[in-house]
């Protein structure tokens, strides 16, 4: 991603992706993007962050919880290294709505036992991958819960 998107002071809405095809089974597979650490600046005026893909170094995952109008965050190529931090910055991210957390592979689990709180307006949660167990706290029983998981695995639900 270009730098100079971050001086779009007033950007609302960055969705960036693009699909490559399995060249096993031909199965098309949605590609995000690696944004830079700096999107932070943007935190008085992005609403939709989409295809976010996890950095190295995790940096970006908490840096997510500082773009306090965010309304939608879509996070793809996800892995449980990733610890603390995404949950973290989830829990600060008070407007978000629809929440969706794609695994960088069916077995790779995502982890949701480090959230304390789930955001007050959190309406929609899709999770694609593997899950040990799964908890949101808060999670009201209108909001709605899409799962595609791996098969054979095996999960607790609590806090619904």
Same mark, same amino acid.
């Given at each position: 991603?270009?730098?100079?998107?971050?001086?779009?002071?007033?950007?609302?809405?960055?969705?960036?992706?693009?699909?490559?095809?399995?060249?096993?089974?031909?199965?098309?597979?949605?590609?995000?993007?690696?944004?830079? *650490?700096?999107?932070?600046?943007?935190? *008085?005026?992005?609403?939709?962050?989409?295809?976010?893909?996890?950095?190295?170094?995790?940096?970006?995952?908490? *840096?997510?919880?500082?773009?306090?109008?965010?309304?939608?965050?879509?996070?793809?190529?996800?892995?449980?290294?990733?610890?603390?931090?995404?949950?973290?910055?989830?829990?600060?991210?008070?407007?978000?709505?629809?929440?969706?957390?794609?695994?960088?592979?069916?077995? *790779?689990?995502?982890?949701?036992?480090?959230?304390?709180?789930?955001?007050?307006?959190?309406?929609?949660?899709?999770?694609?991958?593997?899950?040990?167990?799964?908890?949101?706290?808060?999670?009201?029983?209108?909001?709605?819960?899409?799962?595609?998981?791996?098969?054979?695995?095996?999960?607790?639900?609590?806090?619904?």
């Amino acid at each position: 991603m270009p730098v100079a998107i971050l001086m779009l002071q007033k950007l609302r809405h960055l969705l960036v992706y693009r699909y490559e095809i399995d060249s096993d089974d031909q199965t098309p597979t949605k590609c995000g993007f690696k944004a830079p *650490e700096q999107i932070r600046c943007l935190h *008085e005026s992005l609403q939709k962050l989409c295809f976010l893909e996890e950095n190295q170094r995790n940096i970006l995952m908490r *840096e997510l919880g500082r773009l306090n109008q965010l309304r939608r965050l879509d996070i793809v190529k996800f892995r449980k290294r990733a610890g603390r931090a995404p949950s973290s910055s989830i829990e600060k991210l008070i407007n978000l709505r629809p929440l969706s957390v794609s695994a960088i592979r069916m077995g *790779e689990v995502i982890d949701t036992h480090y959230l304390s709180s789930s955001p007050q307006f959190l309406q929609r949660i899709y999770l694609t991958g593997s899950l040990e167990k799964f908890t949101v706290p808060n999670l009201l029983i209108s909001s709605i819960l899409c799962l595609q998981l791996c098969k054979g695995k095996s999960f607790v639900l609590t806090g619904l």
